[in-house]
């Protein structure tokens, strides 16, 4: 057994255990947040949107102090090097999630939706609810690792089944947006952007399972 899961088996409720689920459920609530954004986008709520991306940039800024407490955590511990940097990677792929939740926002606070086909609009529903349900397999993920590792490993083949969708999905959207006559190259740009972003966060998604994947063979 590594030593890295002699540490969490000794000290499960120890500061940085706890750190590093509040920053994967914050991370979570921050994929929630940015569904709800698009939903209000395209309903054109702009309040609604407006305060749902200010909830994900607060809520980025709060799981980047979260992954620099984890950090400092780790290096306090009696790990070895090469656990240490496992952990350590862990967390950083965690935070890209959210770092691309973000760039999603940006985007999308620059969409004018009025200008953006009904078709479209259908497939970034389509392709954000792929995403959140990634992220949610993602959180079981790494919530089990520790403790129930067949369980992990099973929904870490969900993450990349889901991925998968989302890359399908993204593919769909490629030729949806050469085919429809969108009214400004600017709207195109900016729509293949976020999709660009959305697909980002699965691909993040999948790169913290590959993480999972390298900690349970060295266990």
């Given at each position: 057994m590594s030593e890295l899961i002699k540490w969490f088996e000794k000290r499960r409720e120890t500061q940085a255990l706890?750190?590093?689920?509040?920053?994967?459920?914050?991370?979570?609530?921050?994929v929630e947040d940015l569904e709800k954004a698009i939903a209000a986008a395209i309903k054109r709520d702009e309040k609604e949107m407006h305060r749902c991306i200010e909830r994900v940039a607060s809520s980025e800024r709060e799981a980047d102090t979260l992954r620099r407490k984890v950090m400092d955590e780790i290096s306090k511990g009696e790990l070895?090097?090469?656990?240490?940097?496992?952990?350590?990677?862990?967390?950083?792929?965690?935070?890209?999630?959210?770092?691309?939740?973000r760039e999603s926002t940006r985007i999308l606070g620059a969409v004018p939706m009025e200008d953006v086909p009904t078709s479209i609009k259908d497939v970034i529903t389509q392709m954000i609810k792929s995403v959140r349900e990634c992220a949610s397999s993602l959180q079981?993920?790494?919530?089990?690792?520790?403790?129930?590792s067949e369980e992990a490993l099973q929904a870490a083949d969900a993450v990349e089944r889901e991925e998968e969708?989302?890359?399908?999905?993204?593919?769909?959207?490629r030729i949806l947006i050469g085919k429809e006559n969108l009214p400004k190259a600017g709207v195109a740009v900016l729509i293949s952007q976020l999709f660009e972003a959305i697909?980002?966060?699965?691909?993040?998604?999948?790169?913290?399972?590959?993480?999972?994947?390298?900690?349970?063979?060295?266990k």
């Open positions: 706890s750190t590093i689920q509040r920053h994967l459920a914050l991370t979570m609530g921050i070895s090097p090469t656990d240490r940097e496992d952990l350590m990677d862990l967390v950083k792929r965690v935070d890209m999630v959210a770092d691309w939740c079981k993920c790494v919530n089990k690792m520790m403790t129930k969708k989302v890359d399908d999905i993204h593919e769909r959207a697909e980002m966060i699965a691909d993040s998604c999948e790169d913290v399972c590959d993480q999972v994947r390298i900690i349970m063979v060295r």
